[in-house]
């Protein structure tokens, strides 16, 4: 599961604005289902025919239930300190 977005403060927002457009694309997302074989994040993307035999995307339980949506919000915002050191280098 990947994720894309722009970080706050960027010195080239049209640049970045520019690749998420493409990226989100329908010509890098029909790439998505039979290169990474994960559903693409842009919905309007037809699935290649294998995919019939895949589960519906909206009947799948993130986490398994494991975690629930009221843990993830009270964990957020350690999980991003972690990360933000991590990818600062200061962690």
């Known amino acids: 599961i990947y994720g894309i977005g722009i970080v706050a403060g960027t010195h080239h927002l049209a640049l970045d604005q520019a690749f998420e457009n493409w990226f989100l694309g329908g010509t890098v997302q029909e790439l998505i289902p039979e290169t990474e074989w994960e559903y693409p994040a842009n919905s309007t993307v037809t699935l ?40 600062t280098g200061a962690g």
């Open 48 to 87: 290649p025919a294998v995919y019939a035999a895949a589960p519906d995307p909206s009947t799948i339980v993130p986490l398994n239930n494991d975690t629930s949506p009221a843990q993830v919000a009270a964990d957020l915002p350690g999980w991003i300190t972690t990360w933000l050191g991590l990818a």
